[in-house]
């Protein structure tokens, strides 16, 4: 589908005699990416985004790390793009930043009773050693690359 026929379904508001509303996907339709830059480690989110609009991200998060209680940001920056597929690269004043797919962390071990299988080994509840969260973890990452229904990687 192109661009002028999705903007001539979004118009639509009947089917014969059926009224419908046509909408963006609310998740589909979008791409998450990161860059890693300590150049921009003081930079408000704000104004990287202004620095951004051009080149169709609509949104910018810092990451950030907490330590002894004290959160610190981090050189990685989240971009959401309004396009379902990822730039290879964005340009940010002189620099040229690769893109790399967002992968979000994976439910960690403390909620395992619930969603992940218990623990087989003792570890402390937030470790990424876990079993249970590295088996998460690459189904997250299976369901980024290669855009995969969030059921279907379990299958691969």
């Given at each position: 589908?192109n661009?002028?026929?999705?903007?001539?379904?979004m118009?639509l508001?009947?089917?014969?005699?059926?009224?419908?509303?046509a909408?963006?996907?609310?998740?589909?339709?979008y791409?998450?990416?990161?860059?890693?830059?300590?150049?921009?480690?003081?930079?408000?989110?704000?104004?990287?985004?202004?620095?951004?609009?051009?080149?169709n991200?609509?949104?910018?998060?810092?990451?950030?790390?907490?330590?002894?209680?004290?959160?610190?940001?981090?050189?990685?920056?989240?971009?959401?793009?309004?396009?379902?597929?990822?730039?290879?690269?964005?340009?940010?004043?002189?620099?040229?930043?690769?893109?790399?797919?967002?992968?979000?962390?994976?439910?960690?071990?403390?909620?395992?009773?619930?969603?992940?299988?218990?623990?087989?080994?003792?570890?402390?509840?937030?470790?990424?050693?876990?079993?249970?969260?590295?088996?998460e973890?690459?189904?997250?990452?299976?369901?980024?690359?290669?855009?995969?229904?969030?059921?279907?990687?379990?299958?691969?």
């Amino acid at each position: 589908m192109n661009s002028k026929q999705a903007e001539n379904l979004m118009k639509l508001d009947k089917i014969g005699n059926i009224k419908v509303k046509a909408s963006p996907h609310h998740t589909l339709n979008y791409s998450k990416g990161v860059i890693s830059e300590s150049e921009f480690q003081r930079d408000l989110e704000e104004d990287l985004l202004e620095c951004l609009k051009d080149q169709n991200a609509i949104a910018v998060k810092r990451i950030t790390i907490k330590r002894n209680g004290q959160i610190f940001p981090t050189k990685h920056l989240i971009l959401i793009f309004n396009n379902p597929t990822l730039p290879k690269s964005v340009k940010i004043a002189y620099i040229n930043c690769p893109v790399k797919p967002y992968i979000p962390d994976s439910i960690r071990c403390f909620k395992s009773s619930v969603i992940l299988l218990q623990p087989v080994e003792e570890h402390p509840r937030f470790s990424r050693s876990c079993p249970s969260y590295k088996l998460e973890k690459e189904i997250q990452t299976i369901k980024i690359t290669k855009k995969s229904h969030f059921k279907k990687p379990e299958r691969l």
